[in-house]
Nanobody, 119 residues
Framework: QVQLVESGGGLVQAGGSLRLSCAASGRTFSSYTMGWFRQAPGKEREFVAAISWSAGSTYYGRFTISRDNAKNTVYLQMNSLKPEDTAVYYC?????????????????WGQGTQVTVSS
């Protein structure tokens, strides 16, 4: 069992930045692929970024995902935010050893953190 708790969401103006954190506890965090997803009202949950157990950081355009296995934490740095980035952001853990992008590949989910970008 893995417990995930997100933090760092909030209200930011367009063009601003936020860094989300996801603290993990329970089974061995370092063996999991970690992902970030988001869900806007009335829309499907969509993939944002993911990082395998051995990677330090990976860039996804305006977003960068990174992890610190010593702290059992994964981060999502979001830059140049746009109003369309407004959503609830979820952290998730997958037992797969490679990056996976579908929600079904992830076994554990956090409760989500709201990100609102004003224009």
């Amino acid at each position: 069992q893995v417990q995930l708790v997100e933090s760092g969401g909030g209200l930011v103006q367009a063009g601003g930045s936020l860094r989300l954190s996801c603290a993990a506890s329970g089974r061995t965090f370092s063996s999991y692929t970690m992902g970030w997803f988001r869900q806007a009202p009335g829309k499907e949950r969509e993939f944002v970024a993911a990082i395998s157990w051995s990677a330090g950081s990976t860039y996804y355009g305006r977003f960068t995902i990174s992890r610190d296995n010593a702290k059992n934490t994964v981060y999502l740095q979001m830059n140049s935010l746009k109003p369309e980035d407004t959503a609830v952001y979820y952290c998730a853990a997958s037992p797969h050893t490679i990056v996976v992008v579908t929600t079904s590949a992830y076994d554990y989910w956090g409760q989500g953190t709201q990100v609102t970008v004003s224009s």
